[in-house]
């Protein structure tokens, strides 16, 4: 069945993407953000540094396609799914950063904790 593409988000919240993350939380510690860090793929450790020099303030995912090079936000989709994906299996958590959809557009947001974490590391 085609899905009308302003109601992605809501199919994806519908099938547990929202619910997961908020039992699995954001947040980290030194220990895993350090691990995280090691383990990240190369534009991965590009939007974080991105996101810590920006905490708490909403990153369009337009910005961080330019900041990862990945060229499109299909790939950048395709980045942040193999990383959330390792995030859940390695370290018991969501990805490091809020997800924000207003409309057609998301947003990344990085909390100032977790800013704190990553900017040794770069």
């Not at 302003?6 to 954001?26: C, K, M, N, P, T």
């Not at 534009?43 to 920006?54: D, F, G, I, T």
């Not at 942040?80 to 997800?99: G, I, M, N, Q, S």
Request: aromatic share 8%.
């Amino acid at each position: 069945m085609p899905i009308p593409k302003s109601r992605i988000q809501e199919v994806y919240e519908l099938l547990g993407g929202s619910e997961r993350e908020e039992q699995l939380g954001h947040e980290y510690d030194e220990p895993s953000m350090h691990r995280l860090w090691q383990e990240a793929s190369a534009e991965v450790r590009k939007v974080l540094q991105h996101l810590s020099l920006h905490p708490d303030e909403r990153v369009p995912a337009s910005d961080l396609v330019e900041v990862a090079d990945v060229g499109t936000g299909r790939a950048l989709g395709g980045v942040f799914a193999r990383f959330r994906e390792r995030c859940v299996k390695r370290y018991k958590r969501d990805v490091p950063w809020e997800t924000i959809s207003i409309s057609d557009v998301n947003y990344y947001v990085l909390s100032p904790a977790n800013a704190k974490l990553v900017e040794p590391l770069w």
